[in-house]
């Protein structure tokens, strides 16, 4: 192990500044848009649904996120910071198990990764995740 | 027709009467997303899945509408009820109106 | 042999911050991995002999890799990778060339559990150290009489590579570096440990002194290539191991030899010595 590396505490935290920094909303409006198209706008409740997203993803290009929502009619994922916020909407029909999805997304930064649920009665819930996306460096 | 879209799904070969089994599909697809640019700076027109549906002895199990940030090859693991014995279709239909299709049977007892 | 760095205190700076990193080997201990429930992998090793101390205990590059990642090459399914060992399937069962025949005409995909794990190795015949890609090179012109052979990093010679692998999983990698094999092997460890590039940066400087450690945004392994070719999530396809040493040494902003150069075939066998007591995980999945 090499141990006569010198760090410049100071760059050291530019850097890392520069990678881990604010995340993205690419657009608050497509947002605001997007989840509009599915609740009209109505109140959302945070409880009965979760979205399982890593806290850091290894590659935007794939990150593995699950989202269930016990009793849901419908599952809308979006995610905040891409060029579009739309990722996906899940429909679940009479032979559904249960009311859940794993799949694997495309991130282009670090953001938040939200999932809305709409219920048979009408009501809506929402859960959010921030998910920090690296964005290589040597790994070609 | 975007080249070698093979499909391929894993459901268990039995279940009980009643039980909710994990289905899993993935499909070989770019899944181009129409936001890169080729090597002349011209965009790379989009062209993905955008639905994939599941039934069970012609009942729906799951329809999805699948956006540009879905990753390549489509990955989807989901839950379905089983009360007989029966087959899976699965369907998917690309931007440029080409359908794939697969099917699994599952013995229910 | 170590070319000088002439450039002094600012390629050190650079360094630094490049190497800004967690902390020495951050490895998650007591993983395991055992794939589709069955194949017992060993990802964590004591050192093969001729490492000579440089290194006490090898890692595969799985363990490098977050949770989720490394969830995904646990089961065949759920691993990519394997679209393409499907196509190469295909493959193997296609005539091709003018002798009419397939690979399946002389060959069942078993017939490679032992391969991949052995390779690169000397062949007695040509007089030269053998890939996997050249062995196939070879059966199609000399055998098959395809007059265009697979390219040797087209689609579909990765794909038929990492069935090959595929099939030699859970074997323990054990390369020859000795006998005739011996001279193409130190030729790969000088390449190694040589620096390249306007960073001037050898293989080593990353993946023997500072695996564990970020480089940007990148977790370093040892660079074993044990899951080769491997699923990259970035480039969501397989990718082949003299492709990964091209993108390595590109990154050090160095022309790179071309993929199938005996330079790189001689690294290929000294980087995949490097990993012999480690099982063959290809086709892994890696970020």
Redesign the interface.
């Known amino acids: ?2 141990v006569s ?4 505490v100071g ?2 935290l530019v ?2 500044a520069a ?1 881990f920094g604010l995340p993205r909303i690419a657009s608050a409006e497509a947002l605001e848009d997007a989840i509009n198209a599915f609740t009209s706008g109505a109140d959302t409740a945070s409880d009965g649904i979760t979205l399982i997203a ?1 806290e ?4 935007g ?4 996120i699950e989202v269930d929502a016990p009793g849901a009619a419908a599952i809308m994922l979006l ?1 905040a910071g ?3 916020p ?13 009311q ?8 282009a930064g670090e953001q938040e990764v939200i999932a809305f649920a709409r219920m048979p009665d009408g009501s809506f819930k929402q859960a959010r995740q921030n998910v920090r996306v ?7 | 027709m975007a080249d070698n879209v093979t499909p391929r799904v894993r459901v268990p070969r039995d279940a009980s009467a009643g ?3 994990s289905v899993r599909t993935l499909i070989s697809h770019p899944m181009e ?1 129409g ?1 890169r640019r080729d090597g002349d700076g011209n965009i790379i027109p989009r062209q993905i899945i955008n639905r994939f549906t599941c ?3 012609g ?14 090859n ?8 089983v009360n007989e014995t029966g087959t899976f279709q699965f369907t998917w239909y690309d931007d440029d109106g080409s359908v794939y299709e697969e099917t699994a049977d599952i013995t229910v007892s | 042999m170590t070319k000088k760095t002439l450039l002094g205190g600012g390629a ?2 650079a ?6 990193g967690v902390g ?1 080997a951050d490895i998650d201990e007591e993983e395991s991995l055992i794939v589709n429930g069955e194949i017992e992998m060993i990802t964590e090793a004591a050192a093969p002999d001729h490492l000579d101390g440089s290194l006490s205990t090898i890692y595969s590059g799985w363990r490098f ?5 490394q ?2 090459q646990a089961d065949d399914f759920d691993n990519p990778a394997f679209i393409f060992v499907d196509q190469a399937i295909t493959e193997f069962n296609t005539v091709m060339g003018s002798e009419g025949n397939s690979c399946a005409s002389c060959h069942s995909p078993g017939d490679f559990e032992m391969t991949r794990s052995t390779y690169p190795q000397w062949d007695e015949e040509r007089g030269e150290v053998q890939t996997v890609e050249m062995q196939i090179i070879e059966c199609q012109t000399e055998r098959m009489g395809m007059e265009e052979p697979y390219a040797y990093d087209a689609q579909v010679m990765r794909n038929m590579s990492a069935l090959v692998s595929s099939e030699g999983r859970g074997q323990v990698v054990n390369v020859a570096i000795d006998g005739p094999a011996q001279s193409a092997w130190e030729e790969g460890r000088e390449i190694y440990y040589t620096r390249f590039g306007q960073l001037e940066l050898s293989c080593a ?2 993946h023997e ?2 695996y564990g450690n ?6 370093l392994s040892q660079g074993m290539i044990n899951g080769f070719p491997t699923y ?5 396809n397989l990718v082949s191991v003299h492709n ?1 040493f091209r ?2 040494i ?2 050090t902003r160095a022309e790179t030899f071309p993929v199938g150069s005996p330079e790189f075939v001689a690294l290929e066998l000294y980087v995949q010595s490097r990993a012999n007591g480690l099982t063959i995980e290809g086709p892994a999945v890696r ?1």
């Not at chain 1, 850091?56 to 590659?59: D, G, L, T, Y």
């Not at chain 2, 489509?74 to 009820?81: D, G, L, N, R, V």
């Open positions: 192990m090499d590396r010198r760090q410049f760059t050291g850097a890392a990678f890593p850091i993803a290894e590659n290009n794939t990150v593995p995610a891409n060029p579009s739309d990722v996906a909407t899940f429909n679940f029909g009479p032979a559904a198990g249960r859940s999805v794993s799949t694997r997304i495309r991130l690296t964005i290589g460096g040597c790994g070609g | 039980d909710s089994v997303s936001v039934e069970f002895n009942e729906n199990v799951i329809d999805v509408t699948l956006e540009p940030a879905i990753s390549t489509p990955y989807f693991q989901f839950e379905a009820i | 050190i700076g360094l630094a911050i490049l190497f800004a020495v890799r977050s949770d989720e990642t969830a995904i400087n990353c002194q500072n970020n480089i940007r945004a990148d977790h990259r999530l970035k480039q969501a990964r993108g390595c590109r990154d970020n």
